[in-house]
């Protein structure tokens, strides 16, 4: 890879491409703690936006549900996904997590990880919905996203790490506070059930 490819990539690619392959914002631990709360079954129709390369896939897919569908905007991601995650019921789509082709009441559990942070406000809102749209009554909507502390953060503060995450990985990431997370899903008809954070490390190394 050369310097020039790295220093205009975007960070999550350059750490897959180095061979990380849980990116998520509080590390495997809460992706798993994700799944655990969705409690999947053989009954559900699940949906996931932007399974990234797999790796909550690969999770989800052991509670073998009736259906998987995962919805990605990334045309490469999907290509890989598409040669681990197949069979009779498993699709990758490629769309946009604000607006699926999907039905209205196709799905008993949706999640998308590390892709809410990415959008603007009025974004996060639309992928939100969607989600609301697809679920079925009663059905489940489990997140794992980036989230700042304590909830009286400063606006200058925010717009501070805001630039420092555009700046080093070339993201524009727009976290917000667990307070916050749950204002704009509880704004689109959402009920929070279950709160859980963890640091994140993107890349820590070992004492």
Not at 33 to 46: C, E, F, P, R, V
Not at 178 to 200: A, C, R, Y
């Amino acid at each position: 890879m050369s310097n020039t490819h790295i220093n205009t990539k975007q960070g999550h690619w350059i750490l897959a491409k180095m061979g990380k392959k849980v990116l998520r914002p509080g590390g495997k631990e809460l992706t798993q703690k994700l799944i655990q709360n969705l409690k999947i079954t053989s009954d559900d129709d699940i949906v996931e936006f932007a399974p990234g390369l797999g790796f909550t896939a690969s999770i989800a897919l052991k509670y073998n549900p009736k259906t998987y569908t995962g919805i990605e905007l990334n045309e490469e991601a999907a290509g890989i996904l598409r040669k681990t995650i197949n069979g009779n019921n498993r699709k990758i789509i490629i769309g946009n997590a604000a607006s699926t082709p999907l039905n209205d009441s196709c799905a008993s559990k949706v999640y998308g990880e590390a892709m809410l942070t990415m959008q603007t406000d009025k974004q996060k809102s639309e992928i939100i919905k969607e989600a609301h749209r697809l679920l079925k009554k009663g059905g489940l909507y489990g997140i794992h996203e980036l989230g700042l502390e304590p909830d009286d953060i400063s606006e200058e503060q925010k717009a501070e790490i805001q630039l420092g995450l555009a700046t080093v990985i070339r993201v524009n990431a727009r976290p917000l506070t667990v307070h916050e997370w749950s204002e704009i899903l509880q704004k689109e008809g959402f009920e929070v059930l279950k709160t859980d954070t963890n640091p994140m490390y993107l890349l820590e190394p070992e004492e």
